[in-house]
């Protein structure tokens, strides 16, 4: 399919100079690249959207018209497509790209790893070779927490080092933000913000688009509104004998909406300070064990949970939260949205796919 639809700018706020900027978005349509389409034209520029629509369904795009007021630009190929992407490159003549597009589950990368390297490797790698080619200098990659591994201490900040990944999917994050760096390096015009994201939850406050799992949801937010709203019979904690307070893993949860914003903060970053590569952790700054986020989605929602203790899961780190420091700092950016508001938000956009259901 083509491009199926045209973006209007829904915004009288933003400047001329910014609204003639478009932005290639690859993963548009997912959980973060559809909330990150959002914030860009809130700010005035020309989202394009590339997707797949392998793990995401099409329509979000009408979640996003109802948001923004019209419907953005959607091209629905595969990135790891050449011949595809180079119409998308020449019809839309980019400003910047925002490249989401990658497999993201911990644990079936673990089960199958060919599958990961192939698509994150060469997706990003087709992505650099056009952005050369096109003379597109702005890069917004979207690396992982899962760089760090275990990390040696805490709050990890982005001079931590990159320790031996502990599954493909955090092996393919370390190994693409080599792949960039090492463009930049022979390509001196280019720059890139490598954005580390901890726990992205929550869902957009209209409830019109949210996280979106295919099958068994991978991710524990979307395993709890799903169970609580009776898809699932009960909630899978996997392994309650860690080192941590009370035995479960811990991990810096961070509401959607403050991540995708962050990505805007980078984009006029490197607009500001052209060919600079810098990494970025995105997060709260605050570790949450798994039964907190069970216990306080209770609270919030009035909602009790089935919940049974398994065993661990492998690939999964014992804990990790974030020193976000640099990205306050730099690209003046902080969070300002809760644990609270994002499991409020989770749920509701539960409650509105159940009653779309009914």
């Known amino acids: 399919m083509d491009r199926v639809c045209t973006f209007g700018r829904f915004l009288s706020r933003a400047s001329t100079q910014i609204m003639s900027k478009k932005v290639i978005v690859t993963g548009g349509a997912g959980f973060i690249g559809a909330h990150t389409v959002v914030e860009l034209g809130a ?38 497509d050449e011949q595809a992407m180079t119409k998308v490159f020449e019809n839309e003549k980019p400003f910047a790209v925002i490249h989401f597009a990658a497999y993201k589950a911990v644990g079936e990368s673990v089960q199958q790893p060919l599958k990961y390297y192939e698509n994150n490797l060469c997706s990003l790698i087709n992505m650099l ?122 991990r810096d949860y961070i509401h959607v909406t403050d991540l995708a914003k962050a990505h805007v903060k980078a984009l006029n970053w490197l607009d500001n300070n052209p060919s600079r590569c810098e990494a970025f952790n995105l997060g709260q700054g605050v570790g949450n064990s798994v039964l907190e986020v069970v216990k306080t989605f209770e609270h919030v929602t009035g909602q009790k949970l089935n919940y049974v203790i398994g ?24 969070t300002e949205l809760s644990l609270e508001k994002a499991l409020e938000d989770a749920w509701r956009w539960e409650q509105r796919l159940a009653s779309s259901r009914s």
Not at 188 to 193: H, L, R, T, V
Not at 209 to 234: C, D, H, K, M, S
Not at 311 to 334: C, F, I, P, Y
């Open 129 to 250: 070779k056009l952005m050369v080619r096109y003379d597109v200098h702005h890069l917004v990659f979207s690396s992982s927490a899962t760089v760090y591994s275990q990390p040696e201490r805490l709050p990890v900040d982005e001079n931590s080092p990159l320790l031996e990944a502990t599954s493909p999917y955090g092996y393919t994050k370390q190994v693409c933000e080599r792949i960039v760096r090492d463009t930049l390096r022979a390509n001196a015009q280019m720059g890139a913000a490598l954005l580390r994201y901890f726990n992205p939850i929550g869902a957009h406050e209209s409830a019109h688009i949210g996280e979106l799992p295919y099958g068994v949801p991978n991710n524990l937010v979307p395993f709890i509104t799903q169970t609580a709203i009776g898809l699932r019979e009960q909630l899978t904690i996997f392994g309650n004998d860690y080192n941590t307070p009370d035995g479960t893993c811990i």
């Open 311 to 334: 065993n661990r899961r492998e690939g999964d780190v014992e804990q990790v939260w974030a020193d976000a420091t640099k990205a306050n700092q730099v690209l003046g950016w902080k």
């Open 43 to 80: 700010e005035g520029y020309v989202p394009v959207i590339v997707d797949n629509f392998s793990n995401t369904e099409e329509g979000v795009i009408d979640g996003l018209e109802k948001i923004m007021g019209s419907r953005p630009i959607v091209y629905k190929h595969d990135c790891a």
